[in-house]
C-alpha cells in the first residue's frame, strides 16, 4: 500500500517568514494530493490539492509542487501569519483508490 | 448545510464500558469514513462505506470494535469493551463516492478511556 512521509515533525518560524513542509510518497500511481489544515481542537480542512499532471498550483499565499520523478511533494506558505498556525497533513491517494493515506503532520507554530 | 455532525464532543469513560459514537454525513454524500486521530499513530482510516454498505474494513483495530450504516444519513462506531488504548480522537468524514480525498470532516469525538 501507499506510505507517506512528512517532514518536519514540527516548524516554528517568525511571523512573515515562508514556511515549507514536505512529503515523499511510495506508490508511483498516486495521482491526487491534497492538504488539510487542522487549527487546535478542530476538524482537519482541505486547504488546497494537486494533481499529478501540474507541476505546481497556488492559491493567495499557499502553493504546493509536485516532483512526480522524486516521488514528493512540497506546501510554500509565504508571508506567515499567526493565524496560519495549526497541524498540516499531507496525503496521497490514486492507483484505483480514492482513499488518502495521511502524513503523520507538521505542527507549525508563527511567532508574532 | 450543517456540515458533518459527530456526537458526542468528548465522551469520558471507565475501561470496560460500552461506548457508542455518532455521526450525520452531509445531505448527498454517500461515502461515510471513520477514522481515528491519535499522538503515535497519526491520522488513521478505520472503516469506510459506500451507499450504507461497509466497503473496506481492515483499518478496524480489534473484535471490539464495530461499524453500523443503518441508513443514508446516521452511522454509529461502537468500542465494547473500551480500553485505556482506545482514548483518541475519532473523526467522521463524508463525501461523494470517489472523491474520499475531499472528505468533509466532522469536529470529532474526543474520546477518553480511564
Known amino acids: 500500500g501507499e506510505n507517506v512521509e512528512q517532514h518536519p515533525s514540527t516548524l516554528s518560524v517568525q511571523e512573515g517568514d515562508s514556511a515549507v513542509i514536505k512529503c515523499t510518497y511510495s506508490?508511483?500511481?498516486?495521482?491526487?494530493f491534497p492538504w488539510y489544515k487542522q487549527e487546535l481542537g478542530k476538524r482537519p480542512q482541505l486547504i488546497i490539492d494537486?494533481?499529478?499532471?501540474?507541476g505546481e498550483k497556488k492559491d493567495q499565499r499557499i502553493a504546493v509542487t509536485l516532483n512526480k520523478t522524486a516521488k514528493h511533494f512540497s506546501l510554500h506558505i509565504t508571508e506567515t501569519q499567526p493565524e496560519d498556525s495549526a497541524v498540516y497533513f499531507c496525503?496521497?491517494?490514486?492507483?484505483?483508490?480514492?482513499?488518502?493515506?495521511f502524513g503523520r503532520g507538521t505542527s507549525l507554530i508563527v511567532h508574532p | 448545510d450543517a456540515g458533518v455532525i459527530q456526537s458526542p464532543r468528548h465522551e469520558v469513560t471507565e475501561m470496560g464500558q460500552e461506548v457508542t459514537l455518532r455521526c450525520k454525513p452531509i445531505?448527498?454524500?454517500?461515502?461515510l469514513f471513520w477514522y481515528r486521530q491519535t499522538m503515535m499513530r497519526g491520522l488513521e482510516l478505520l472503516i469506510y462505506?459506500?451507499?450504507?454498505?461497509?466497503?473496506?474494513d481492515s483499518g478496524m483495530p480489534e473484535d471490539r470494535f464495530s461499524a453500523k450504516m443503518p441508513n443514508a444519513s446516521f452511522s454509529t462506531l461502537k468500542i465494547q469493551p473500551s480500553e485505556p488504548r482506545d482514548s483518541a480522537v475519532y473523526f467522521c468524514?463524508?463525501?461523494?463516492?470517489?472523491?474520499?480525498?475531499?472528505?468533509?470532516f466532522g469536529s470529532g469525538t474526543r474520546l477518553t478511556v480511564v
Open positions: 468524514a463524508s463525501s461523494l463516492v470517489g472523491q474520499g480525498e475531499r472528505s468533509t
Open positions: 506508490d508511483s500511481a498516486s495521482n491526487y
Open positions: 494537486i494533481r499529478s499532471n501540474v
Open positions: 496525503a496521497a491517494s490514486g492507483g484505483g483508490s480514492y482513499i488518502p493515506t
Open positions: 445531505s448527498g454524500h454517500n461515502s
Open positions: 462505506f459506500n451507499n450504507n454498505v461497509p466497503i473496506d
